[in-house]
């Protein structure tokens, strides 16, 4: 049985609300001393710290940290038909949906001869992390990997853990996708370590240091991204899984349990949250859940994490008070279906990812849909954006005067400078406007 959160009567104040939320019990501020640990130990011994914490933590150290270009040509080969046209077809649709991410140029003309231009500039190089404990995501490698490219960045390296039931080597379909989408630097590494490995290089395996890491993981590799951070920039924390679904009783319960149940396959941590008006509603979709949970493979999983304290049934009053709920909440994923979809929508404010509709389920979003699945997880999408083109992508100012110009606005400058008793900036202006 999912927890109850009943709301109905009024709402909190906001940071009542905020501490109501459902939340894992274990965070990424948990995990970081042993991140750190992990990370100190790759930046100061290298491959021999990757070797080791890949004995530990994946059941096996790799033949090759970085991966040999025939294993990645093989594994291209190795695809089934159909899982290669559907690889093809993910990364035809989100390269379709990134390049509209992508920001024009632009020239500001504040006066004749002072003019401001925007441009974008591509990160130099970039590490992107897939990550591999409880399944295999060749999505992933899709998803970070094609809006990188969009943005136009050259040097991309992509690191994944090694696999016990793959001798230590990289998942073949890992290493599939990759090939797909022409990268050929792809190192069996994974955790915390790897992070570290990105952010710092590693000699012996020529992984050049990188500008900035991007890609999901556990709270670990979350934690190790949190640390790096300031050394190179990173997207996200991004930590367990998360939806939340407003629905009301025009809705299918089966759709929507079904919903609940396709995130929290992820990790028993997951969050699977509905927000709902009407309690017999939420009976009809508890009552749909536990056949559908003893059909799969992954039920252990499933049912740890539709019990744990970061999934819930939250009643509320109105459909309003569910987009302040889920606002306050900030999924990962939001899905709504109700009987008014779009005045739902014209109230959320924070959420990396919004399927409207009850033909639009997250995982559409997961694979197909064109939209980006890396995510802001654990209310970040409150203050934090999923990943995108312009994730790679640096705005700069250049700016451009001519000598009237600046002598239009120099004695506007000496006065701030001579405010701000700073007057060797406006001796830099002056020396030029006195000649």
Same mark, same amino acid.
């Given at each position: 049985?999912?927890?109850?959160?009943?709301?109905?009567?009024?709402?909190?104040?906001?940071?009542?609300?905020?501490?109501?939320?459902?939340?894992?019990?274990?965070?990424?501020?948990?995990?970081?001393?042993?991140?750190?640990?992990?990370?100190?130990?790759?930046? =100061?011994?290298?491959?021999?710290?990757?070797?080791?914490?890949?004995?530990?933590?994946?059941?096996?150290?790799? /033949?090759?940290?970085?991966?040999?270009?025939?294993?990645?040509? /093989?594994?291209?080969?190795?695809? *089934?038909?159909?899982?290669?046209?559907?690889?093809?077809?993910?990364?035809?649709?989100?390269?379709?949906?990134?390049?509209?991410?992508?920001?024009?140029?632009?020239?500001?003309?504040?006066?004749?001869?002072?003019?401001?231009?925007?441009?974008?500039?591509?990160?130099?190089?970039?590490?992107?992390?897939?990550?591999?404990?409880?399944?295999?995501?060749?999505?992933?490698?899709?998803?970070?990997?094609?809006?990188?490219?969009?943005?136009?960045?050259?040097?991309?390296? $992509?690191?994944?853990?090694?696999?016990?039931?793959?001798?230590? %080597?990289?998942?073949?379909?890992?290493?599939?996708?990759?090939?797909?989408?022409?990268?050929?630097?792809? !190192?069996?590494?994974?955790?915390?370590?790897?992070?570290?490995?990105? %952010?710092?290089?590693?000699?012996?395996?020529? $992984?050049?240091?990188?500008?900035?890491?991007?890609?999901?993981?556990?709270?670990?590799?979350?934690?190790?991204?949190?640390?790096?951070?300031?050394?190179?920039?990173?997207?996200?924390?991004?930590?367990?899984?998360?939806?939340?679904?407003?629905?009301?009783?025009?809705?299918?319960?089966?759709?929507?349990?079904?919903?609940?149940?396709?995130?929290?396959?992820?990790?028993?941590?997951?969050?699977?949250?509905?927000? *709902?008006?009407?309690? *017999?509603?939420?009976?009809?979709? =508890?009552?749909?859940?536990? #056949?559908?949970?003893?059909?799969?493979?992954?039920?252990?999983?499933?049912? &740890?994490?539709?019990?744990?304290?970061?999934?819930?049934?939250?009643?509320?009053? #109105?459909? &309003?008070?569910?987009? *302040?709920?889920?606002?306050? !909440?900030?999924?990962?994923? $939001?899905?709504?279906?109700?009987?008014?979809?779009?005045?739902?929508? &014209?109230?959320?404010?924070?959420?990396?990812?919004?399927?409207?509709?009850?033909?639009?389920?997250?995982?559409?979003?997961?694979?197909?849909?064109?939209?980006?699945?890396?995510?802001?997880?654990?209310?970040?999408?409150?203050?934090?954006?999923?990943?995108?083109?312009?994730?790679?992508?640096?705005?700069?100012?250049?700016?451009?005067?001519?000598?009237?110009?600046?002598?239009?606005?120099?004695?506007?400058?000496?006065?701030?400078?001579?405010?701000?008793?700073?007057?060797?900036?406006?001796? &830099?202006?002056?020396?030029?406007?006195?000649?």
């Amino acid at each position: 049985m999912m927890q109850r959160i009943d709301l109905r009567g009024g709402l909190p104040a906001r940071a009542e609300l905020l501490r109501l939320m459902p939340r894992a019990a274990g965070d990424v501020s948990h995990a970081v001393d042993a991140a750190r640990e992990l990370v100190d130990a790759v930046r =100061e011994h290298g491959e021999s710290a990757l070797r080791d914490q890949a004995e530990r933590f994946d059941g096996g150290a790799p /033949a090759h940290v970085r991966v040999p270009a025939a294993e990645i040509a /093989a594994a291209v080969a190795g695809l *089934t038909p159909a899982l290669r046209e559907a690889l093809d077809e993910a990364i035809r649709r989100v390269r379709a949906a990134s390049a509209a991410q992508v920001p024009a140029g632009s020239v500001t003309t504040l006066a004749d001869g002072a003019e401001v231009h925007q441009r974008w500039q591509p990160m130099r190089r970039v590490g992107l992390y897939v990550p591999g404990g409880k399944a295999v995501y060749p999505s992933s490698v899709v998803m970070n990997v094609v809006p990188a490219q969009v943005a136009g960045v050259r040097s991309i390296a $992509l690191v994944s853990p090694p696999q016990r039931d793959h001798g230590g %080597a990289v998942h073949p379909t890992i290493l599939a996708a990759a090939g797909l989408l022409g990268i050929d630097e792809v !190192y069996a590494m994974g955790g915390a370590g790897a992070i570290g490995a990105l %952010a710092y290089g590693v000699p012996s395996i020529d $992984l050049e240091p990188v500008d900035l890491v991007t890609g999901p993981g556990n709270n670990y590799v979350a934690a190790a991204k949190r640390l790096v951070r300031g050394v190179v920039g990173i997207d996200a924390e991004a930590g367990a899984t998360e939806i939340l679904v407003i629905a009301d009783d025009s809705a299918d319960p089966g759709y929507v349990a079904a919903d609940l149940i396709s995130q929290a396959e992820h990790d028993e941590q997951a969050g699977s949250v509905l927000v *709902t008006m009407s309690a *017999t509603f939420a009976d009809a979709v =508890e009552a749909a859940v536990p #056949s559908r949970v003893a059909s799969l493979g992954t039920a252990a999983r499933l049912q &740890a994490a539709l019990d744990g304290p970061q999934s819930a049934i939250v009643l509320v009053d #109105s459909l &309003a008070d569910a987009a *302040t709920v889920s606002n306050a !909440y900030g999924p990962e994923h $939001l899905e709504i279906q109700t009987a008014d979809d779009d005045a739902v929508l &014209a109230d959320i404010d924070a959420a990396g990812a919004v399927f409207v509709g009850p033909s639009t389920p997250v995982s559409l979003g997961d694979y197909l849909a064109g939209s980006n699945h890396v995510l802001p997880t654990g209310g970040q999408a409150r203050f934090g954006a999923g990943l995108s083109a312009s994730t790679f992508l640096r705005p700069q100012q250049v700016i451009r005067y001519s000598s009237d110009a600046l002598a239009e606005v120099a004695p506007h400058i000496v006065a701030l400078a001579t405010e701000e008793q700073l007057p060797a900036h406006g001796a &830099a202006v002056t020396e030029r406007t006195n000649r």
